[in-house]
T-cell receptor, first 113, second 112 residues
Framework: KAGVTQTPRYLIKTRGQQVTLSCSPI?????VSWYQQTPGQGLQFLFE???????NKGNFPGRFSGRQFSNSRSEMNVSTLELGDSALYLC????????????FGQGTRLTVV | EDQVTQSPEALRLQEGESSSLNCSYT??????LFWYRQDPGKGPEFLFT?????EEKEKERLKATLTKKESFLHITAPKPEDSATYLC?????????????WGLGTSLAVNP
């Protein structure tokens, strides 16, 4: 059974640019959650999508957005990048909404210069 | 404010030296407490879910316990392959909002 796949693994962007990250969940899982992980703040919840609908949202500015497609694949977009957006972005999939027993991908390491 | 605090921040053990990691939390109503393991360069890997005080779960050398205010992850006779960062997260009863609140983790190093 294939795990959660995140692409790309590494990304370097310039301040002011925008970026799109992709996540393919485990087959059959309909919930995809996104997290930002930094050494100082730890894992912080961005949002959760279930069956193409955003079900939960964390406390991030509107520059952070996402969507989910009918095949459960999800994308996360960050516009007008700031230096502080440099982080590991993790995606987690679960068969049910709010499922905390989730399976994580390896993450996308975003560096903003 | 809902909060999850893990201690110690870092722990170094000799192989076979048992110890415990702590996760204390303040939430209005606990729906579940979760332990994850994270290896460098990888996403967290789910270990345990605990739902009510007094509950215990075991997996190989790991045992997780839960009280009303904290959880412990006991590591018995650890091996070098147990080296990782151990993360604790809580989910509270708050209507339809099921987001997790995460601790910063305990970085465990087990020396052979």
């Amino acid at each position: 059974k294939a795990g959660v796949t995140q692409t790309p693994r590494y990304l370097i962007k310039t301040r002011g640019q925008q970026v799109t990250l992709s996540c393919s969940p485990i087959s059959g899982h309909r919930s995809v959650s996104w997290y930002q992980q930094t050494p100082g703040q730890g894992l912080q919840f961005l949002f959760e999508y279930f069956s193409e609908t955003q079900r939960n949202k964390g406390n991030f500015p509107g520059r952070f957005s996402g969507r989910q497609f009918s095949n459960s694949r999800s994308e996360m977009n960050v516009s007008t990048l700031e230096l502080g957006d440099s982080a590991l972005y993790l995606c987690a999939s679960s068969p049910t909404t709010g499922g905390a027993e989730a399976f994580f991908g390896q993450g996308t390491r975003l560096t903003v210069v | 404010e809902d909060q999850v605090t893990q201690s110690p921040e870092a722990l170094r053990l000799q192989e076979g030296e048992s110890s415990s990691l702590n996760c204390s939390y303040t939430v209005s109503g606990l729906r579940g407490l979760f332990w994850y393991r994270q290896d460098p360069g990888k996403g967290p890997e789910f270990l345990f879910t605990l739902y009510s005080a007094g509950e215990e779960k075991e997996k190989e050398r790991l045992k997780a316990t839960l009280t009303k205010k904290e959880s412990f992850l006991h590591i018995t006779a650890p091996k070098p392959e147990d080296s990782a960062t151990y993360l604790c997260a809580v989910q509270e009863h708050a209507g339809n909002n099921r987001k997790l609140i995460w601790g910063l983790g305990t970085s465990l190093a087990v020396n052979p």
